[in-house]
């Protein structure tokens, strides 16, 4: 069974850094694409960012380009979301997630409890 444990959440500034990891368990962590999204009351969950299961390949939401950074640690079975320029739109329960298939498929079935990231301005 995939566990993922979310971690690094909090309340910070305006233009600060928060950096959230999430902790996965239950399978062979290097064989998967791994995500991250976010969620605001009201809201539809939205993407933020992805990464490959060798971590060569990344990608990006538009509203997070150039300011958040995904990355993993297969070693560790971990991913990281570090994010940069934190602005108070960014304020969301930030969810890990895991791809459902080996190969990069991208089709997040698997989800972490989240935790709650808050900007204030």
């Known amino acids: 069974q995939v566990q993922l444990v979310e971690s690094g959440g909090g309340l910070v500034q305006g233009g600060g850094s928060l950096r959230l990891s999430c902790a996965a368990s239950?399978?062979?962590?290097?064989?998967?694409?791994m995500g991250w999204f976010r969620q605001t009351p009201g809201k539809e969950r939205e993407f933020v960012a992805a990464?490959?299961?060798?971590?060569?390949?990344?990608y990006y939401a538009d509203s997070v380009k150039g300011r958040f950074t995904v990355s993993r640690d297969n070693a560790k079975n971990t991913v990281y979301l570090e994010m940069n320029s934190l602005k108070p739109e960014d304020t969301a329960v930030y969810y890990c997630?895991?791809?459902?298939?080996?190969?990069?498929?991208?089709?997040?079935?698997?989800w972490g409890q989240g935790t709650q990231v808050t900007v204030s301005p």
């Open positions: 997630a895991a791809d459902s298939a080996r190969n990069n498929k991208y089709e997040f079935h698997y």
């Open positions: 239950g399978r062979t962590f290097s064989f998967y694409a």
């Open positions: 990464i490959s299961s060798s971590g060569d390949t990344t």
